[in-house]
């Protein structure tokens, strides 16, 4: 079974920094995407950016010179480094995989992580 398991939320102030983990298992695709999503109450999951397999990365504008995503392919593992945090970036972030391109449309994602909240103040 594929399993993604984030890892890395939690409360941070206004202009602080955090790094999401993602920890993925049982995935064998050669050619896909790995992305970040959030979503925040009352609000859709939106895309934030993601790498795929040639480590081509994307960013929504949104968080684009803020928000770095990379993957260490040894450990399996997508990170999410966030600087200069808004309170706007309060969300509950997911990683999610795709086979294929990266797309920005939560709905072409089959696997899922169970979130991990990130809270700004």
């Known amino acids: 079974d594929v399993q993604l398991v984030e890892s890395g939320g939690g409360s941070v102030q206004t202009g602080g920094s955090l790094t999401l983990s993602c920890a993925l298992s049982?995935?064998?695709?050669?050619?896909?995407?790995m992305g970040w999503f959030r979503q925040a109450p009352g609000k859709e999951r939106e895309g934030i950016g993601g790498?795929?397999?040639?480590?081509?990365?994307t960013y929504a504008d949104s968080v684009k010179g803020r928000f770095t995503v990379s993957r260490d392919n040894d450990k399996n593992t997508l990170y999410l480094q966030m600087n200069s945090l808004k309170p706007e970036d309060t969300a509950m972030y997911y990683c999610?995989?795709?086979?294929?391109?990266?797309?920005?449309?939560?709905?072409?994602?089959?696997?899922w992580g169970q979130g991990t909240q990130v809270t700004v103040s």
């Open positions: 999610a995989a795709r086979d294929g391109n990266c797309n920005w449309l939560a709905g072409k994602y089959g696997y």
């Open positions: 049982g995935y064998t695709s050669k050619t896909y995407c």
């Open positions: 790498i795929d397999s040639y480590g081509r990365t």
